[in-house]
């Protein structure tokens, strides 16, 4: 990215290049696709919870309630696809690293046929050091919140 790209918005990120932007894969990819995506500042993931999930499995079957270190995460990958995104071919060969979770907070559960909006914001950039703040919504209803930093490091 040079100096003009910051706080330009991209489109949508579908699956397929949410893949090609970050290594997680099944059963720990959290995000469907990313949307409103503004280079340098912010961007919305996409999660859709299906009873199918892996971890429901051992996480209240009775009651299956979306773990809350998943939203965090979910969080994370989307900041990951944001900072892939926004260094553009400086990415390569590179890997976004979580390092700090603070202020993390969870309102209300998620379960099964929800559709989760992960709002992520960058709030600073030092070198290779970035911190966010997040968000998870549903139905516009604040689920989790949390702010927290990544590093990128060579793979």
Known sequence: MDGNDAGMTLGTY???????????RYPFLLIDRVVDIVLDERAT????????????QGHFPQEP?????????????????LVVATLGEASKGKLVYFMTV??????RPVVPGDQVHVHVQKVQRRMNVWKFRGEAKVDGVVVAEATYAAMIRDR
Do not use: D
């Open 14 to 24: 579908g699956i397929r290049q949410v893949m090609e932007a970050i290594p997680h």
């Open 45 to 56: 993931g996409i999660k859709n919870v299906s009873i199918n999930e892996n971890f429901f």
């Open 65 to 81: 309630v979306m773990p809350g270190v998943l939203l965090i995460e979910s969080m994370a990958q989307t900041s990951a696809v």
């Open 102 to 107: 603070e202020a993390a907070k969870f309102r």
